[in-house]
Structures are given as C-alpha cells and as structure tokens.
C-alpha cells in the first residue's frame, strides 16, 4: 500500500497562493493515478483535481475555474498542487490520494485507494 504525506498548507490572505506537495513511498509511484481532495465541516469530501500515472492527463474541477493546478514529479514520487487566487470558500483540509491504476477514472473518493492524513488551507478575507 501506498504511504502518503502531504505538506505545504497554511493561512494566506484572499488572492494569494499556495503549493501543496504530497510525497509517495511504497508501490511504484508512476503506476497510480494520483487524487487531491478537500474536506471543510459538515460537508463531504469533495474533489479537486487528478493526474494519470504518466502526468500527460489531468483533470480538475470545473467549479475551480482554472486556479488550481495539478502536477507530479514521479522521480520525486511527488505530486504537487498549485492554487492560485485563493478565495475564503477554499478553506478546508486538503488530501492526497493514490487511485488503484495509472488511469483516471473518475473523481469519485472511492476510486482511490491510499489516502494521506490531510494538511489544512485557510484562506483568510
């Protein structure tokens, strides 16, 4: 099983940015998909972004407008998430995931199968 470990979040203002990082170990890193997430109080888990286990395919959500950014360095066994022109909604814990394959498919919590503890974003008005 995957082992993940996100890093990377913290309080920033409305507007700024921030790069979320979660390094791998265990399994072959370029075999997985790779998932982020966000959790905020009384409200499901929510997709944010996915990248297949080349890097070439990626896919976000629609509702974040092109902000966000996925990516992967699999000789680092890291993958990375840009976030730019941050906004309060965006508050929330943020997670990893290691999907089943090298393929994405679909953004659905249950087609990945390690999961980091999370880190925490606040974006501040």
């Known amino acids: 099983q995957v082992q993940l470990v996100e890093s990377g979040g913290g309080l920033v203002q409305a507007g700024g940015f921030l790069r979320l990082s979660c390094a791998a170990s265990g399994g072959t890193f370029s075999s997985y998909a790779m998932g982020w997430f966000r959790q905020t109080p009384g409200k499901e888990r929510e997709f944010v972004a996915a990248i297949s286990g080349s890097g070439y395919y990626t896919n976000s959500a629609a509702s974040l407008e092109g902000r966000f950014t996925i990516s992967r360095d699999n000789a680092k066994n890291t993958v990375y998430l840009q976030m730019n022109s941050l906004k309060p909604e965006d508050t929330g814990v943020y997670y990893c995931?290691?999907?089943?394959?090298?393929?994405?498919?679909?953004?659905?919590?249950?087609?990945?199968?390690?999961w980091g503890q999370g880190t925490q974003v606040t974006v501040s008005s």
């Open positions: 995931a290691a999907g089943l394959s090298p393929v994405v498919v679909g953004a659905e919590p249950r087609a990945f199968g390690s």
